[in-house]
């Protein structure tokens, strides 16, 4: 019974456009009841998909059967999702497909071929609409001039594949940006979009990546064994892109557990780094929450059971904006599920790690920090701005601000976004 409900066009039908090559979620190649086509004039069948609609020829006792499901076909094509969906066994072309990450992957195919691929462009092509939903912060910035990309990746050290995206601007830049996100983010998230073009404004070449177990990128999600993992990471995507413009500057800026990794990073690479900014950056732990004998446990269970859950990240500590939390809590790219033991042991020893070298990191650095911040604890910048010897070093606070700063309203986050583009844009050579 579920080969009748199986769609397969020929490509004579597909070269003449009967079908849209659009692939939104819970698609099912097998499945008819799961599978809609839609064109911009109506809804369009092959033969057979006719023949199952009622209006060809039918044979057998499958006709009543074959009948209503081609009705509920019709039936949902026009009534549900105004995305369309590609027939069994294609994919998007390059050509009509308006995602880059997937159109830069994924061609025509045959149908034996497409079933399996069709199945992991669902999730990427989420992306496009996921986006649509961020107004306010969509309308913060410009996209003229600006160059983006979420094409490119590359394979770390324990094979896994990073997703990158880069933002450029139109003529050669002044300087180079890399962005780090934070735990359980993802770097196509809108902010950082509105970030990166207000900096390629600034003539800077932005470049980031999902960490490894996170957003696009391959790995176990949001596990690590050591936090060094993402610092080579974020070392190793430096190297690449400084291998296209090796006489900019490189700058660094990290959102809370990004904030704690570029300052690593600046600690390892002094000579390569110019400058880091760090953004509510997790950089100590709460004393009276993590006694030593908590942080003892997490040690010893993170060797022997690392995925063991110890607790969940509230996304309403993240920002005071209900629409914005609703949005995170609805994110397929983001991490939601519970935070693992193993990762909180690699945090907790990268967090003793950089305090017992923060007195020998000369980086020049602003760290920005809400008051209100009930996630990472401010106390830790006041003590890294402190302990730091670099003379080149700022620190601002925002009164009454989450963790997020970049999803504050519109106006506190214009000003968060403007401190970091002029700082930036203070020190990059002219």
């Given at each position: 019974?579920?080969?009748?409900?199986?769609?397969?066009?020929?490509?004579s039908?597909r070269?003449r456009?009967?079908?849209?090559?659009?692939?939104?979620?819970?698609?099912?190649?097998?499945?008819?009841?799961?599978?809609?086509?839609?064109?911009?004039?109506?809804?369009?069948?092959s033969?057979?998909?006719?023949?199952?609609s009622?209006?060809?020829?039918?044979?057998?006792?499958?006709?009543?059967?074959?009948?209503?499901?081609?009705?509920?076909?019709?039936?949902?094509?026009?009534?549900?999702?105004?995305?369309s969906?590609v027939?069994?066994?294609?994919?998007?072309?390059?050509?009509?497909?308006?995602?880059?990450w997937?159109?830069t992957?994924?061609?025509?195919?045959?149908?034996?071929?497409?079933?399996?691929?069709?199945?992991?462009?669902?999730?990427?092509?989420?992306?496009?609409?996921?986006?649509?939903?961020?107004?306010?912060?969509?309308?913060?910035?410009?996209?003229?001039?600006?160059?983006?990309?979420?094409?490119g990746?590359?394979?770390?050290?324990?094979g896994?594949?990073?997703?990158?995206?880069?933002?450029?601007?139109?003529?050669?830049?002044?300087?180079?940006?890399?962005?780090a996100?934070?735990?359980?983010?993802?770097?196509?998230?809108?902010?950082?979009?509105?970030?990166?073009?207000?900096l390629?404004?600034?003539?800077?070449?932005?470049f980031?990546?999902?960490?490894?177990?996170?957003?696009?990128?391959?790995?176990?999600?949001?596990?690590?064994?050591?936090?060094?993992?993402y610092?080579?990471?974020?070392?190793?995507?430096?190297?690449?892109?400084?291998?296209?413009?090796p006489?900019?500057?490189?700058?660094?800026?990290?959102?809370?557990?990004?904030?704690?990794?570029?300052?690593?990073?600046a600690?390892?690479?002094?000579?390569?780094?110019?400058?880091?900014?760090?953004?509510?950056?997790?950089?100590?732990v709460?004393?009276?929450?993590?006694?030593?004998?908590?942080?003892?446990?997490?040690?010893?269970?993170?060797?022997?059971v690392?995925?063991?859950?110890?607790?969940?990240?509230?996304?309403?500590?993240?920002?005071?904006?209900?629409?914005?939390?609703?949005?995170?809590?609805?994110?397929?790219?983001?991490?939601?599920?519970?935070?693992r033991v193993?990762?909180?042991?690699?945090?907790?020893?990268?967090?003793?790690?950089?305090?017992?070298?923060?007195?020998?990191?000369?980086?020049?650095?602003?760290?920005?920090?809400g008051?209100?911040?009930?996630?990472?604890?401010?106390?830790?910048s006041?003590?890294?701005?402190?302990?730091?010897?670099?003379?080149?070093?700022?620190f601002?606070?925002?009164?009454?601000?989450?963790?997020?700063?970049?999803?504050?309203?519109?106006?506190?986050a214009?000003?968060?976004?403007?401190?970091?583009?002029?700082?930036?844009?203070?020190?990059?050579?002219?």
């Open positions: 019974m579920r080969n009748l409900a199986r769609l397969r066009p020929t490509l039908e070269s456009g009967l079908f849209t090559r659009e692939v939104c979620d819970n698609v099912s190649a097998q499945h008819l009841d799961r599978l809609r086509l839609r064109t911009s004039s109506g809804v369009q069948l033969p057979r998909a006719q023949q199952l009622g209006t060809g020829p039918l044979r057998g006792r499958t006709r009543t059967f074959n009948q209503w499901r081609g009705r509920e076909l019709m039936r949902r094509a026009q009534t549900t999702s105004p995305a969906f027939p069994y066994g294609y994919v998007a072309k390059r050509s009509v497909c308006a995602n880059p997937l159109r992957r994924f061609s025509e195919r045959t149908p034996r071929q497409g079933g399996a691929a069709l199945a992991i462009a669902v999730p990427f092509l989420m992306l496009s609409r996921i986006g649509g939903r961020h107004k306010s912060w969509s309308t913060m910035s410009s996209t003229i001039g600006v160059l983006a990309d979420d094409s990746s590359f394979r770390n050290r324990d896994h594949k990073i997703a990158c995206v880069t933002w450029s601007p139109e003529v050669e830049p002044r300087a180079l940006v890399f962005v996100h934070g735990y359980a983010e993802h770097c196509h998230s809108p902010c950082y979009d509105v970030l990166a073009r207000k390629v404004g600034q003539g800077c070449y932005v980031s990546h999902d960490h490894v177990g996170h957003g696009k990128s391959e790995g176990p999600r949001a596990l690590v064994k050591s936090a060094d993992t610092v080579d990471d974020i070392l190793t995507h430096v190297d690449l892109v400084k291998q296209k413009y006489s900019r500057p490189v700058f660094l800026f990290g959102h809370s557990m990004g904030g704690l990794l570029v300052a690593l990073a600690e390892r690479r002094p000579q390569d780094i110019a400058g880091i900014v760090m953004m509510a950056p997790m950089l100590a709460d004393k009276e929450q993590a006694t030593w004998l908590k942080m003892t446990m997490a040690r010893i269970l993170g060797r022997i690392p995925t063991l859950p110890i607790g969940n990240l509230d996304l309403s500590l993240v920002s005071k904006d209900p629409e914005t939390v609703d949005q995170m809590t609805k994110d397929p790219l983001r991490y939601h599920g519970h935070v193993g990762w909180a042991a690699a945090m907790l020893n990268a967090l003793e790690d950089l305090q017992a070298k923060v007195e020998s990191i000369d980086t020049p650095f602003l760290i920005q920090h008051s209100a911040d009930k996630l990472c604890d401010i106390g830790g006041e003590d890294f701005y402190k302990k730091a010897p670099t003379k080149d070093k700022s601002k606070v925002y009164k009454d601000c989450y963790h997020s700063l970049l999803t504050e309203p519109d106006e506190m214009q000003q968060v976004l403007q401190d970091i583009a002029n700082w930036y844009t203070a020190r990059i050579p002219s």
